[in-house]
């Protein structure tokens, strides 16, 4: 059954994509223990109430954020057979947050109702293949920088979390935005992980270790386990205020409770498709349902743009083949996620994890998603790998993927100055989406100013109009009277 040729390898092409069944498994596990920590970072991210008071609750949020990305990352895996997992998108929960906490009116299902709004808008943009049309007609410099722009966002957020770049406070006498570690020193345990572990996996990488990458995570978590267990590090940030020399999130130590429990998924269905048009107006809820619908739309566009060229997944032209599978998958993740209250799920950047172990296939979304829904039942086991153990594989699949800065065409500014704008405002705005705006915006005044405007494609000028809709948000708002 699992022999060259059989079923199972020309369904998910395993053999004509060059890969492996163990590499997929690898793939699959690497990407699950890069992502885990959604499971729980989504609910403390969605902690607040609403203007009824009503929270999510931790473990609610924590139980259907499992089981969506779960039920994604599998359909994805096995229909759309892709290494692209979903989860919770982060940008668009935090926008979520924000805008209940922020609004005196709205309530967590009026909230959701949005998103599924944006959901479903972008899965008819998908169904009628204006999705596929504009990702056929971004330029193939542009769809490079796009690898590259994910590439150093990757290892921005493989950094961050380790604690080795740290944001600089706003009180301190100083223009810097970040730093190196605390005041300018590497300092705390979690931080000798990320290091011990950035160094292990760059030997096995460079060495060509096979699960190198997995055994890096592996490692690492194995080391933050026994620091935890004799220093007791502690969180970084504790009920006696901050604690820069300890763990970012998640403390890795052996859970003292029950490791097993019945997943309370009581949040499914608890949204209200258009109860927000009643609350705030019309169109203060459809500028908010356009909002998420951008950054949902683009972001990931870009990710799956850069994940599948890093798999090399893309045919001569830079195409996906079978791109319009992926893109529904990944509507319906918008819409799932706000039928179930967790916010939009996308396709995960971490995936990358995976395919920098050798998945190629939808074996290894298989794999990771049925991991996500055992983590359902074992939730505790998820605190159990620190982020300090998971940047050294981001760090270094970022750089696997700005590796191929050397195929955009700097001779020609036209698409050399978008493309550099596209992938360095990705890690400096912490958004896939604002560097895609900004080179797709500048790449149409670029060629406008070079007398070349035939050249651009009619659907890049919408989608250059669409994103100055987006960045002006701000002022349309004030304009209507809704800030």
Known sequence: MLKKGSVLDRYFEVSQR???????????????????????????????????????????????????????????????????????????????????????????????????????????????????????????????????GIGLFIALIGLVNAGFVRRVPDDAQTTVPVGLGFEGALLGWPTLVFVFGLILTIALVVRKVRGGILIGVIASTILAVII??????????GPDGANVQGWSLVVPEIPTGSWVGVPDLSLIGNVSLFGAFGT???????????????????????????????????????????????????????????????SSNQIYVESGAGIGEGARTGIANIVTGVLFLLAMFFTPLISLVPFEAVAPALVVVGFMMVAQVGRIDWEDWGVAIPAFLTFILMPFTYSIANGLGAGFIAYVLVRTFQGRARE???????????????????????????R
């Open 456 to 482: 651009i494609h009619p659907l890049m000028w919408a989608v250059a109009g669409a994103f100055v809709v987006f960045f002006g948000i701000g002022p349309i708002e004030l304009a209507l009277g809704l």
């Open 280 to 342: 705030i107006g019309a169109t203060a809820a459809l500028l908010l349902t356009f909002t998420i619908l951008l950054s949902i739309f683009f972001d990931a566009m870009g990710t799956m743009v850069g994940l599948a060229n890093e798999a090399k997944l893309v045919d001569k032209k830079g195409n996906i083949p079978g791109v319009n599978r992926v893109l529904v998958v990944d509507a319906l993740g918008a819409v799932a996620g706000g039928a179930g209250s967790v």
């Open 18 to 148: 060059g890969s492996t069944y163990a590499r997929e498994i690898r793939g699959g596990v690497a990407t699950f223990f890069a992502m885990s920590y959604i499971v729980v970072l989504n609910p403390l991210i969605l902690a607040g109430a609403d203007s009824s008071g009503a929270e999510l609750g931790f473990e609610r949020v924590a139980a259907v954020t499992a089981l969506v990305a779960g039920v994604l990352t599998i359909v994805m895996g096995a229909w759309a057979k892709y290494p692209f997992a979903l989860a919770t998108g982060l940008g668009v929960n935090a926008f979520v947050a924000i805008t209940v906490a922020t609004n005196p009116e709205l309530t967590w299902p009026q909230v959701m109702g949005l998103v599924m709004l944006a959901g479903l808008t972008m899965l008819i943009l998908v169904l009628t293949g204006f999705r596929t049309a504009v990702f056929n007609a971004v330029p193939e410099s542009l769809k490079t920088a796009i690898v590259v």
């Open 228 to 237: 935890e267990a004799v220093a007791n590090v502690g969180p970084s940030v």
